[in-house]
């Protein structure tokens, strides 16, 4: 059974960190890109970053870009986000999400976690 | 950046309903678009991915279609664990920017 498993969240107050972490199982995790989605309180789902499976290929949301950098260790079958100067509109819900590829060349996003929340506030 | 956006905002069904909601796309996307479902206080669930292939597992009253920038999704005969909000997402450029919902809910 695949499960991501986020963790790492928390209270930070702003221009702080914190490092978000998404623990894999089920599957190969090495063999799959994977991105970090939020939601805001009572708000949607907003891409954050991507990373391809051999970590070669890296993307950002403009709101974040230059704050927050997305890792992987396949080794550790884990997922990470370090989230630098945090800002008040950083507070949310924030998920890792297996990105999947069909044969027509269609990416989704398969399997979310249960998500971890981030409150930026002092 | 390719904007999404969806109609209605939000809309009031019965069970047994037939339910359709759109989504466009600021640039054409072909066929990659994909359309998640999400219940208060869970993750999103995969319900259609390249417009119309239904993701395993998923009810066959859940159907996708349309191409380019406008796209439809169908819910045949509405259930009680269909109530919900729905979010489009395209995957054609590399930011998967995702459409601001459809809250169905009980009329």
């Known amino acids: 059974e695949v499960q991501l498993v986020e963790s790492g969240g928390g209270l930070v107050q702003p221009g702080g960190s914190l490092r978000l972490s998404c623990a894999a199982s089920g599957f190969t995790f090495s063999s799959y890109s994977m991105n970090w989605v939020r939601q805001a309180p009572g708000k949607g789902l907003e891409w954050v970053s991507y990373?391809?499976?051999?970590?070669?290929?890296?993307y950002y949301a403009d709101s974040v870009k230059g704050r927050f950098t997305i890792s992987r260790d396949n080794a550790k079958n884990s997922l990470y986000l370090q989230m630098n100067s945090l800002r008040d509109e950083d507070t949310a819900v924030y998920y890792c999400?297996?990105?999947?590829?069909?044969?027509?060349?269609?990416?989704?996003?398969?399997?979310w976690g249960q998500g971890t929340l981030v409150t930026v506030s002092s | 950046d390719i904007q999404m956006t969806q109609s209605p905002s939000s809309l009031s069904a019965s069970v047994g309903d037939r339910v359709t909601i759109t989504c466009r796309a600021s640039q054409s996307i072909s066929s990659y678009l994909n359309w998640y479902q999400q219940k208060p206080g869970k993750a999103p669930k995969l319900l259609i991915y390249?417009?119309?292939s239904l993701q395993s597992g998923v009810p066959s009253r859940f159907s996708g279609s349309g191409s380019g920038t406008d796209f439809t999704l169908t819910i045949s005969s509405l259930q009680p664990e269909d109530f919900a909000t729905y979010y489009c997402q395209q995957s054609y450029s590399t930011y998967f920017t995702f459409g601001p919902g459809t809250k169905v809910d009980i009329k």
């Open positions: 999400a297996r990105e999947n590829l069909d044969s027509s060349g269609s990416h989704y996003f398969d399997y």
């Open positions: 390249a417009a119309s």
């Open positions: 990373i391809s499976s051999s970590s070669s290929t890296i």
